[in-house]
């Protein structure tokens, strides 16, 4: 349709432009035909006058055609004739050979003269015979006519004449009299014929916006396929005709993961051009009787109609997102995309088209919490689990925007000196009831509505106000998102943050996972290398539980690793080797001048373990849980500065550890 309605318009345009060059040749025509009549028309009547005069002047004309030599009277005339008029040249014949010539040149009988055809057609038709000529000589003017006119006296013929006529003036003044004449005559077919052409082309255009604004109303204007209302309508007409087939429909609801990704990295042209690529992927993976649709930004809707049950319908989703996941060539580049989708299927004459695009979408809120690049069928308590996220989404956003989340701090233990070293800042958002909502829940709710920044940013500059509070010699650890890291202003963000504080660098300790270091490797080594010329430490968290961990440990100085809880939680079960392994990771980090601290320690058993690999520091529900920053008073810190207590399994020891018991873990 798009294509087709730019081509009407010039086709319209090269109509118009022909008829008026047929006008404009028609005019230039007439104009040479009608000139030539006028100037043959002259010609005769000049050649016919000049002829009686002729007769009536020169009393011995038959004798004269005859070849006699004029009389004095006569000579006398064509002297004085010869140079006036519009008559250069004429001759008296007979039987079709000149006798006689007078120029103005010369006057004299001819001796010897060729036979002219014309003259004696025209003695014999009693009828003048005339041609134009172009002058090609000195003695002939530029355009001249030849007229052969017989002369009778009393019935009978007395001679021919042949006068050449000068018409070059004459026909300057035709041609410019009708050449003026021509201008105004295109003028004025040109006006008549413009303001129907003027009205006609108007209406095309009129008629042409009409039919584009009835396209628009029924499709999406990037990619010309169905929008949502005229979906709506098909859909109903469709399931209107299910019962009469016996057959289902399944409505498949498309989203482009990460596709702002795209724009931000390739601008809108490049966004654009995938939205096009992409609908015209569905369309030819698609089947005469379906219907895809753009409901907006990066969702499709796709109505399969026609099939028996869920297994087609499976089939046909996984047939869709491999149309998707093709590679998108634009220009230099090579797009990668994934969708998710979400299918929903129509159970019953009482199905809706909008309650099956509801129950589409969230099955298709389902794909992406799953982790995006996967198909999932609605579920009927999947409209709960949405009303959850909803809800969840409008606490974590007012959160955000009123300062409402909470930090708790949990604290690091130094096993050599048995003394308390700090705390690690652990979030938490407290929910409508009062109680806290882990961050296990919320934290990646946060990252899909692209608010951990500000989240990461407020934990940031509370961790280090707090932080400021306490002895100098305790350190905060702060966790750090990758989603941090995006804009690269992280280093920019922590000095604020140190500053407003009041604290000094190296009290700062900021922990990251292996996963940062999965993307845009040198940016990001070149962000943590600013904030450890700052003189904050940089940590490796959750160590041992990647598969890539080691190969950074050489390409970053990192100040200290902290050993994931799964090492802890594993010491005392069937794998034997996980002592091994732990106190291999303690070496490793002695070798590499990194400090290595040890998560989940849970039980008296494992802090002796610890303590006699020689671990640097320690962490977890046996030496403290978290707890928010009201409840670190000077008598709690004054308590965790004492000596720390020789580990053991007794029951009543491992109670006198347990500073404080919160309900709200890590």
């Not at 690529?277 to 499709?300: C, M, N, Q, T, Y």
């Not at 932080?467 to 350190?475: F, G, K």
């Not at 941090?484 to 604020?496: K, L, P, Y």
Request: proline share 4%; net charge neutral.
């Amino acid at each position: 349709m798009p294509s087709l309605a730019r081509i009407r318009p010039q086709r319209n345009i090269v109509t118009i432009v022909a008829a008026l060059a047929i006008l404009l040749l028609g005019a230039g025509t007439t104009l040479k035909i009608t000139t030539e009549h006028l100037l043959r028309q002259d010609a005769t009547s000049t050649a016919r006058s000049w002829a009686r005069f002729l007769a009536a002047s020169v009393a011995d004309l038959e004798q004269i055609a005859g070849g006699e030599q004029p009389s004095a009277a006569s000579m006398a005339f064509f002297r004085s004739a010869r140079n006036s008029g519009e008559v250069f040249h004429y001759e008296f014949n007979r039987n079709g050979y000149s006798q006689f010539v007078s120029t103005r040149e010369k006057i004299a009988l001819v001796d010897l003269s060729e036979y002219s055809p014309d003259a004696a057609r025209s003695a014999v038709d009693g009828q003048p015979i005339i041609d134009v000529g172009e002058g090609n000589s000195p003695d002939r003017p530029a355009f001249f006519a030849r007229a052969y006119v017989p002369i009778q006296t009393d019935g009978r013929l007395t001679a021919v004449v042949a006068a050449y006529v000068d018409e070059t003036e004459q026909r300057k003044n035709v041609h410019n009299t009708f050449l003026t004449a021509a201008v105004f005559l295109c003028l004025l077919s040109g006006l008549a014929f413009s303001i129907p052409a003027i009205a006609w082309y108007r209406e095309t255009k009129v008629k042409h916006a009409d039919r584009r604004i009835r396209f628009l109303a029924h499709h999406d204007a990037l990619t010309g396929l169905t929008n949502r209302p005229q979906l709506i309508e098909k859909l109903e007409s469709a399931i209107a005709r299910l019962p009469m087939r016996g057959s289902s429909l399944a409505v498949h609801f498309i989203d482009i993961d990460r596709f702002k990704e795209v724009n931000d990295s390739l601008g809108h042209d490049g966004g654009d051009f995938l939205l096009k690529s992409i609908a015209k992927r569905l369309r030819a993976a698609v089947r005469i009787d379906d219907v895809v649709a753009r409901l907006g930004g990066d969702e499709f809707v796709v109505v399969q109609c026609g099939i028996a049950g869920k297994a087609q319908a499976e089939s046909f989703a996984s047939h869709l997102a491999a149309a998707i996941n093709a590679t998108v060539k634009f220009k230099q580049h090579e797009i990668l995309t994934t969708a998710s989708i979400g299918v929903a299927l129509a159970t019953g004459e009482d199905t809706s088209p909008e309650g099956l695009l509801k129950s589409a979408d969230l099955a298709l809120y389902a794909a992406k919490a799953a982790g995006r690049n996967c198909i999932r069928f609605f579920l009927p308590e999947m409209d709960t689990e949405l009303q959850a996220r909803i809800e969840l989404e409008r606490a974590i956003r007012e959160a955000v925007l009123n300062d409402r989340f909470e930090l708790h701090y949990q604290p690091l233990f130094e096993v050599s000196r048995r003394r308390l070293a700090g705390f690690e800042a652990l979030i938490r958002m407290p929910a409508a009831d009062g109680t806290l909502i882990p961050p296990l829940t919320f934290i990646p709710v946060a990252e899909d509505l692209r608010l951990i920044d500000k989240i990461g940013a407020w934990v940031l500059r509370e961790a280090c106000r707090t932080a400021a509070t306490w002895p100098a010699h305790l350190t905060v650890a702060v966790n750090l998102s990758p989603a941090q890291f995006v804009a690269g202003n992280i280093g920019d963000i922590v000095a604020t943050a140190l500053t407003e504080a009041g604290l000094a660098a190296h009290r700062l300790e900021l922990e990251i996972t292996e996963s940062l270091l999965l993307g845009n490797t040198e940016t990001i080594m070149a962000q943590l290398r600013t904030l450890k010329t700052m003189g904050v430490a940089i940590v490796m968290d959750d160590f041992g539980a990647g598969y890539s961990s080691l190969s950074y440990l050489w390409r970053f100085p990192f100040d200290k690793i902290k050993i994931d809880r799964a090492f802890m939680q594993s010491l005392n079960g069937p794998h034997c080797q996980v002592g091994t392994v732990v106190k291999a990771i303690i070496a490793l980090g002695r070798e590499l001048h990194m400090r290595v601290t040890v998560e989940g320690v849970e039980t008296a058993n494992q802090a002796a373990f610890l303590e006699a690999a020689e671990g640097d520091q320690v962490q977890g529900f046996f030496f403290g849980r978290p707890i928010p920053a009201s409840e670190l008073g000077a008598s709690i810190l004054a308590d965790f500065e004492k000596a720390m207590p020789p580990a053991s399994p007794a029951p009543a020891q491992a109670t006198k550890l347990h500073l404080v018991n919160l309900s709200a873990e890590r």
